[in-house]
């Protein structure tokens, strides 16, 4: 079982930044895959970025280049730094894992990008 508490959504103006923590209840060596989606209303959850075990990333081609995965294995976390935040990055991120043959999901942290 993984449990994952995601952090650090908020409010912030376009052009700015957030960070979001994923903190896992396990070693996530032992995750084949973490990563983040993002949803509203009326629209099909979407791959935002992912990092497997072995540190190989994925990021969808809206954030290329804006937004970064990372991991910190001592503390079981995943952290998504979004940077040059757009309006259309408006959505609920949810933290995702992969392990074996079972997926996890957290309960999702706001991301809202307004002036």
């Known amino acids: 079982q993984v449990q994952l508490v995601e952090s650090g959504g908020g409010l912030v103006q376009p052009g700015g930044s957030l960070r979001l923590s994923c903190a896992a209840s396990?070693?996530?060596?032992?995750?084949?895959?973490m990563g983040w989606y993002r949803q509203v209303p009326g629209k099909q959850r979407e791959l935002v970025a992912t990092?497997?075990?072995?540190?190989?990333?994925n990021y969808a081609d809206s954030v290329k280049g804006r937004f970064t995965i990372s991991r910190d294995n001592a503390k079981n976390t995943v952290y998504l730094q979004m940077n040059t935040l757009k309006p259309e990055d408006t959505d609920v991120y949810y933290c995702n894992a992969i392990r074996g043959a079972l997926n996890y999901w957290g309960q999702g942290t706001q991301v809202t990008v307004s002036s």
């Open positions: 396990r070693s996530i060596f032992s995750i084949y895959r």
């Open positions: 990092i497997t075990s072995g540190g190989s990333t």
